[in-house]
């Protein structure tokens, strides 16, 4: 939690700074990002929310996104569904910027055939929408979250300026 400080300390200022809001929905990175935007003093100030939807009932539950999922989104763990996890809780919550993340952190790959250490992250907000892909080739769990919070971190920083 400690390397991700920093960078959430910056984009807390930024978003304080510009007076904007942040929304996230995280799944393989399980809460960290979020909680790592909570350390920072003032965050009710930037942060309406965040969920970890980790299977298709908390997708459906949290963010009212269907099961089987809407064309032309054929599953989780791809581009495509990082931006429509950011896009649906940017909008339910409100909020200037919104974030999507989704992968496999291990020790074994998803159902879908991903290699473990694979995540898609979104990040979409006011003239910005941007999706990554990341592929650490680690079956590390604990290493992979910590991997994909830092980058979901660097890609929310990058959008902010």
């Not at 999507?100 to 006011?126: F, L, M, Q, W």
């Not at 650490?136 to 300026?161: C, H, K, W, Y």
Request: hydrophobic share 40%; glycine share 14%.
């Amino acid at each position: 939690m400690q390397t991700l400080l920093p960078l959430a300390e910056k984009i807390g200022a930024r978003l304080k700074e510009r007076g904007e809001t942040i929304a996230i929905a995280e799944s393989s990175t399980g809460g960290l990002v979020s909680a790592a935007l909570l350390s920072v003093g003032g965050a009710s100030a930037y942060f309406r929310g965040g969920s970890v939807i980790y299977t298709a009932h908390a997708r459906s539950g949290f963010l009212d996104i269907p099961n089987p999922l809407p064309p032309p989104i054929e599953r989780a763990s791809t581009e495509p569904y990082a931006l429509l996890l950011a896009d649906t809780v940017r909008g339910r919550l409100n909020a200037s910027w919104g974030v999507g993340e989704t992968g496999a952190t291990g020790p074994t790959g998803n159902r879908y055939g991903d290699k473990s250490g694979h995540t898609c992250i979104a990040v979409t907000g006011p003239g910005f929408s941007k999706a990554v892909t990341l592929e650490t080739g680690s079956p590390d769990r604990i290493a992979n979250m910590r991997a994909f919070s830092q980058r979901v971190l660097e890609v929310i920083a990058e959008a902010l300026g």
